[in-house]
């Protein structure tokens, strides 16, 4: 039972590159979201899709963009990365139609990204 | 806009101590409150929830937390910590976000357990 995957679980990058980071989940859930963790300042929400072939900006989106091919994966790529994208990205999934609160949601383990 | 404060960024005890990681939310109407644990190069794990019902909540590894909404905290304690509890420990509240579940995080609580 895997949960939430993500790949790759390191990497770093010259500004100016793009990459993409996979994120997939195993439990059939609608919702997932990707959060990015600075230090002193918890995590903050980049982008989230409430189902396949949605997505919707968190609070944090410039300079990321999403995709939502398939229910199980949910992508995010930086175009043309900046040293201020240094940070550990956080892929998350939850169960939830509507507006449901009240449900955990199931974290990945994080990929390390540094743009140097 | 809902937000989270941890008081403390840092917190050092000693082993077998009690603990108490604060956490304060900003008011709203409906609250559902999270306490999430990231131990060293993992992801984050739930230890426990608020959604209604009984102010004190219980969780997992012993830890538990106290809804009080005239004060709109949320601490987290342990009565007796342990080596393995050395972790980061993040308060969350959950608000609507266009018909999903947005959790907005605290800055998070470094807890260090000395020998």
């Known amino acids: 039972n895997a949960g939430v995957t993500q790949t790759p679980k390191f990497r770093v990058l010259k500004t100016g590159q793009s990459m993409t980071l996979l994120c997939a989940q195993d439990m059939n859930h609608e919702y997932m979201y990707w959060y990015r963790q600075d230090p002193g300042m918890g995590l903050r929400l980049i982008h989230y899709?409430?189902?396949?072939?949605?997505?919707a900006k968190g609070e944090v989106p410039d300079g990321y963009n999403v995709s939502r091919l398939k229910k199980q994966n949910f992508l995010l790529g930086l175009e043309s990365a900046a040293p201020s994208q240094t940070s550990v990205y956080f892929c998350?999934?939850?169960?939830?139609?509507?507006?449901?609160?009240?449900?955990?949601?199931?974290f990945g383990q994080g990929t390390r990204l540094t743009v140097v | 806009a809902q937000s989270v404060t941890q008081l403390d960024s840092q917190v050092p005890v000693f082993e077998e101590a009690p603990v108490e990681l604060r956490c304060n939310y900003s008011s709203s109407v409906s609250v559902y409150l999270f306490w999430y644990v990231q131990y060293p190069n993992q992801g984050l794990q739930l230890l426990l929830k608020y959604l209604s019902g009984s102010t004190l909540v219980k969780g997992i590894n012993g830890f538990e937390a106290e809804f009080n909404k005239s004060q709109t905290s949320f601490h987290l304690r342990k009565p007796s910590v342990h080596i393995s509890d050395t972790a980061e420990y993040f308060c969350a509240v959950s608000v609507g976000l266009q018909g999903a579940q947005k959790l907005v995080f605290g800055q998070g609580t470094r807890l260090t357990i000395n020998p």
């Open positions: 998350a999934s939850s169960y939830g139609t509507g507006q449901t609160l009240n449900t955990e949601a199931f």
């Open positions: 899709s409430v189902g396949e072939g949605t997505t």
